[in-house]
């Protein structure tokens, strides 16, 4: 697997995925609000890639995800070294919670990000924006996500 980019907080697409979790997460969104917005983003992905990648795929990337993301947040928590059965947010959802609600927003959305490009490598960007459009369509529109 080839590395995301060097500094994926710093992404455009990151930013907009961070300003897209605040808003749905509603206005003056609070770092848990922001938690359980990315945790619902996660359990959309699950659901849409799944099937086509396998869990332990998705928990693969979700792993690599916060593995590359470590270094700049590094209250992330750490990737295990074993493979994961599935998807598991406990300890994103518990360490976004207790951030502010910018740098909770930010870490999602590098993390997000990191995932999206990470899936791209294999399979392409056009394949990987229309296996993840409900995420973000769901994200952009301010409305709560969808599984299409």
Do not use: C
């Not at 907009?16 to 996660?42: E, K, M, N, P, Y």
């Not at 928990?59 to 059965?85: C, D, F, G, I, M």
């Not at 502010?100 to 999602?108: E, L, M």
């Amino acid at each position: 697997m080839t590395a995301a980019p060097a500094s994926p907080t710093d992404s455009a697409g990151a930013r907009q995925i961070a300003a897209s979790l605040a808003r749905s997460a509603g206005t003056a969104a609070t770092a848990a609000q922001i938690a359980d917005a990315t945790v619902a983003a996660w359990h959309v992905i699950d659901g849409a890639l799944a099937p086509i990648i396998g869990r332990r795929g998705v928990a693969a990337l979700y792993q690599r995800s916060l593995h590359l993301n470590h270094p700049v947040h590094p209250w992330l928590p750490a990737a295990t070294e074993k493979l994961q059965a599935s998807l598991d947010t406990t300890g994103l959802k518990s360490a976004l919670a207790q951030q502010d609600a910018a740098s909770a927003a930010t870490a999602s959305g590098a993390v997000l990000q990191t995932f999206h490009d990470l899936l791209a490598t294999p399979v392409g960007p056009s394949l990987t924006d229309r296996l993840l459009r409900s995420v973000w369509a769901g994200f952009l529109s301010g409305s709560p996500t969808q599984d299409t």
